[in-house]
């Protein structure tokens, strides 16, 4: 084992003897520093941190339990363990000993291989503990930021909520703008409409002209663009910039990013689903003005059409009556009359079932119209 690899051990002793002993008990395994007494000990572990303390009991000025006690009310090193050195063994040294928060006892006159199993043992302990605090400590840091996931999926499932009835493109930016405030970000919003026409606003109002040429220039750049506590996201027609991200904090910054960006993801479908929605009732509207255009012109030709037909029939009477009345002063034979109104008659006949034809077609024209003004009186 390399020396830099040997655990640090203080050892304080007033007995020098004892203290040059142990020193050479321990210095295959472990790095050895010793001191004289209890209150060098002390200044030497506040400066070296020893990963352990073996002390005597008796001490002159500062014994091994008022010692272990300081090392115990010194948060710096209030984790290094310390093994009594003692002649006594009795259960009241004990309990004292266990009383200032002392790891064991060694017996003087100590045993070589006893006391370096003991030192190994507590060196052991002690990386074990290491271990689990460390595990305790990413267990307790693991359950603390699902406890902020957790909290910070809840803003965003709240904040998804503001979008619910928005029916304009100023309804959808108000919105984005209220979620991202949810996170105690700063933001600025534009929405690309058609026609490439721009809605850009604040928490406060429509957004200022440097406000929009940054977003802008940003724009160009990637989807997620972040310069120190400034970030951009881009979306084709859905924007933000944000002016105060934590950088101090680089866990939620990176979890804000995440998450706003899923907000303004959001507001770009949104978006797209409210332009198709604007446009297919702007489509019905014209759609509707047309029928009715159509329906009043088809109504227009429907009654000057059963007028003409009208109108053609007392036409059609008057000239039989007239021909009728001329026959008188032709002097013509009667056969010659009766072959003349024949050929007249045939003549009208074929015209009036010609209009009779045209009056089918002149029902059901007229039963359309009826139709489509019912669906425009409904609509």
Known sequence: MNDHDKPLVLIVDDDLFMLDFIFDALSETCNVITAENGKTALLLAQQQHPKLVLADVKMPEMDGYELCRQIKDDFDISDTPVLFLSALDGIEDRLQGFDVGGEDFVLKPANPRVLQAKVAHVLQLIEERQQLKSQAQYATNTAMLAMVSMSETGLLIEGLKYFNNCSAPLDLAKALINALALFEVESVVELILPNDESLAVNARGPASALEVSIMHHMSSMDRITQFKSRMSITYPHSRAFISNMPVHDPDRCGRLRDNLAILVEFTEYRLEALNIMLQAKQRDITIAATVKSLTMAL????????????????????????????????????????SFIDIVRYGLEDVSNTLHADADFQDQLSQAIKALQNTITKT
């Open 299 to 338: 109504s227009n030709i429907d009654e000057k059409q059963r007028n003409g037909r009208a109108s053609a029939a007392i036409i059609l009477n008057s000239v039989t009556a007239r021909i009728e009345a001329s026959l008188v002063g032709l002097q013509l034979t009667e056969r010659q009359e009766t």
